[in-house]
């Protein structure tokens, strides 16, 4: 079905940012694997997190909406997990799928796993090359491509792993088995990546070590065999998806937008530094903090900003905001570099080439590189009028509904479906806001 943005000329208003999706998957995670009854608010509801819930309730885990929004879950300890009867099947969600797989493998069970086409295209020896050194065996073919089956043993060993990717996921994957191998395994980062996995297994209770020494791999430790303890906690609100409110109030002429509520959090602010040095003069006023991680408001008006040379050290932290970061260079004055960000191409869709493709169909010059791409900024509004692929790729869809809500020309897209799996609240917000954007 298609739907398309037409320009307004302000965009403006207050709205909350919605629960951050890769601490929503670890709630109900970590949750499921306490002794106790975990309760957290603000939990993001979009399907893949909905997906994660419902495999750790598949494995024993009691996972609970009640009226009113909250979320209870209560563990069934370090080892307790089963055997599911049915298949997992992940939908679009390269985190839960990653994650859930790390889990596992220290369990006594046997999962079979699946998702959508489009998280069926994804890697997964990145996770299993790791797994299978501490003892998960699996039925993965050489490809390692979803669906498969995993089975994991309550004897894993520890590793010591440095990914050859930066990934939270990887990194994420090895931790979570690393809690119920024996001895103390080791993730070696070269660069740093999402914390949330090392900061939320220390508010369940565990001791995650993490040792940086200048020049050297950040090196994060755990030790197998703790015991995680439930917790009570509120979500902090999503920095990449009020990335997207973020890019309309900066591109709307009369644009004033606050985004309510976003986690401050080095290793997740990479597009709002980058769109500071773009001119971007974003407001940045504390309100708080939620399961330990600093809150903001952001404000949001509109500037006329310059293309850059994206410096790679910021790629990590921004790594789910190149499409939306590419729709900002779209409008800037000049061109925008970015380098060093391969790993776009095994998103949810290749996101070096849906976004170059989303800006060309709607007449901005843009091209890719193969670990990154280059656009050729129009100084002011881009033509639009063009229909973007999406590709089963929700942030595709949302920026190119954002590019259209300040373009010349409405922007289409052939599918909003996808937005659910990260933001099931963004028509809404958008249309609070002041944009329009129906089916057309
Ligand atoms: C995530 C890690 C990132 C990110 C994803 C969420 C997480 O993936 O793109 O949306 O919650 O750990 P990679 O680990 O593949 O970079």
Same mark, same amino acid.
């Given at each position: 079905?298609?739907?398309?943005?037409?320009?307004?000329?302000?965009?403006?208003?207050?709205?909350?940012?919605?629960?951050?999706?890769?601490?929503?998957?670890?709630?109900?995670?970590?949750?499921?694997?306490?002794?106790?009854?975990?309760?957290?608010?603000?939990?993001?509801?979009?399907?893949?997190?909905?997906?994660?819930?419902?495999?750790?309730?598949?494995?024993?885990?009691?996972?609970?909406?009640?009226?009113?929004?909250?979320?209870?879950?209560?563990?069934?300890?370090?080892?307790?997990?089963?055997?599911?009867?049915?298949?997992?099947?992940?939908?679009?969600?390269?985190?839960?799928?990653?994650?859930?797989?790390?889990?596992?493998?220290?369990?006594?069970?046997?999962?079979?796993?699946?998702?959508?086409?489009?998280?069926?295209?994804?890697?997964?020896?990145?996770?299993?090359?790791?797994?299978?050194?501490?003892?998960?065996?699996?039925?993965?073919?050489?490809?390692?491509?979803?669906?498969?089956?995993?089975?994991?043993?309550?004897?894993?060993?520890?590793?010591?792993?440095?990914?050859?990717?930066?990934?939270?996921?990887?990194?994420?994957?090895?931790?979570?088995?690393?809690?119920?191998?024996?001895?103390?395994?080791?993730?070696?980062?070269?660069?740093?990546?999402?914390?949330?996995?090392?900061?939320?297994?220390?508010?369940?209770?565990?001791?995650?070590?993490?040792?940086?020494?200048?020049?050297?791999?950040?090196?994060?430790?755990?030790?197998?065999?703790?015991?995680?303890?439930?917790?009570?906690? %509120?979500?902090?609100?999503? *920095?990449?998806?009020?990335?997207?409110?973020?890019? #309309? +109030?900066?591109?709307?002429? !009369? $644009?004033? =937008?606050?985004?309510?509520?976003?986690?401050?959090?080095?290793?997740?602010?990479?597009?709002?530094?980058?769109?500071?040095?773009?001119?971007?003069?974003?407001?940045?006023?504390?309100?708080?903090?939620?399961?330990?991680?600093?809150?903001?408001?952001?404000?949001?008006?509109?500037?006329?900003?310059?293309?850059?040379?994206?410096?790679?050290?910021?790629?990590?932290?921004?790594?789910?905001?190149?499409?939306?970061?590419?729709?900002?260079?779209?409008?800037?004055?000049?061109?925008?570099?970015?380098?060093?960000?391969?790993?776009?191409?095994?998103?949810?869709?290749?996101?070096?080439?849906?976004?170059?493709?989303?800006?060309?169909?709607?007449?901005? %010059?843009?091209?890719?590189? *193969?670990?990154?791409?280059?656009?050729?900024?129009? #100084? +002011?509004?881009?033509?639009? !009028? $063009?229909? =973007?692929?999406?590709?089963?790729?929700?942030?595709?869809?949302?920026?190119?509904?954002?590019?259209?809500?300040?373009?010349?020309?409405?922007?289409?897209?052939?599918?909003?479906?996808?937005?659910?799996?990260?933001?099931?609240?963004?028509?809404?917000?958008?249309?609070?806001?002041?944009?329009?954007?129906?089916?057309?």
């Amino acid at each position: 079905m298609v739907w398309t943005s037409r320009p307004v000329k302000n965009l403006s208003g207050a709205v909350r940012a919605p629960g951050d999706k890769s601490c929503s998957h670890r709630a109900l995670i970590f949750g499921g694997l306490a002794d106790g009854t975990s309760r957290f608010t603000g939990l993001l509801e979009g399907d893949d997190v909905l997906r994660t819930g419902a495999a750790m309730a598949a494995l024993g885990a009691k996972v609970q909406r009640l009226e009113g929004g909250e979320w209870i879950v209560t563990g069934v300890g370090a080892k307790g997990l089963e055997s599911p009867i049915d298949i997992l099947d992940f939908g679009n969600s390269g985190t839960g799928s990653r994650l859930m797989m790390g889990v596992m493998a220290g369990h006594a069970l046997t999962a079979s796993l699946t998702g959508d086409e489009s998280l069926r295209s994804r890697p997964m020896n990145r996770i299993l090359t790791p797994l299978r050194q501490m003892g998960l065996s699996d039925t993965a073919g050489p490809d390692g491509r979803l669906p498969f089956s995993i089975t994991g043993t309550r004897a894993l060993r520890a590793i010591t792993y440095a990914p050859p990717q930066a990934s939270a996921q990887v990194k994420s994957a090895v931790l979570l088995a690393g809690l119920s191998a024996e001895g103390t395994t080791v993730v070696e980062e070269a660069k740093p990546t999402r914390d949330h996995t090392e900061r939320m297994l220390r508010g369940f209770g565990a001791e995650v070590g993490v040792e940086r020494k200048p020049g050297e791999p950040i090196r994060v430790s755990i030790r197998g065999g703790q015991t995680l303890h439930a917790v009570e906690a %509120e979500i902090p609100g999503d *920095p990449s998806s009020a990335a997207f409110l973020v890019a #309309a +109030g900066i591109l709307s002429p !009369g $644009g004033d =937008v606050t985004v309510e509520g976003v986690m401050s959090n080095p290793t997740r602010s990479g597009f709002y530094d980058v769109a500071n040095l773009m001119g971007a003069h974003l407001g940045a006023e504390e309100c708080g903090e939620a399961a330990g991680e600093r809150l903001i408001n952001v404000a949001a008006g509109y500037a006329q900003l310059k293309g850059i040379v994206v410096p790679e050290r910021y790629v990590p932290s921004m790594i789910d905001e190149f499409p939306i970061l590419a729709v900002l260079a779209a409008f800037a004055e000049g061109e925008t570099v970015v380098t060093g960000a391969e790993e776009l191409r095994v998103k949810e869709s290749d996101r070096i080439g849906a976004t170059v493709a989303m800006l060309r169909a709607n007449g901005v %010059e843009a091209e890719e590189t *193969p670990d990154g791409f280059i656009v050729q900024g129009c #100084a +002011g509004k881009v033509p639009g !009028g $063009g229909l =973007v692929e999406t590709r089963h790729d929700h942030r595709i869809a949302m920026s190119a509904l954002i590019m259209g809500s300040a373009a010349q020309k409405p922007v289409s897209v052939d599918d909003i479906a996808m937005i659910d799996t990260s933001y099931p609240d963004f028509m809404a917000h958008m249309a609070a806001l002041g944009a329009d954007i129906s089916e057309t």
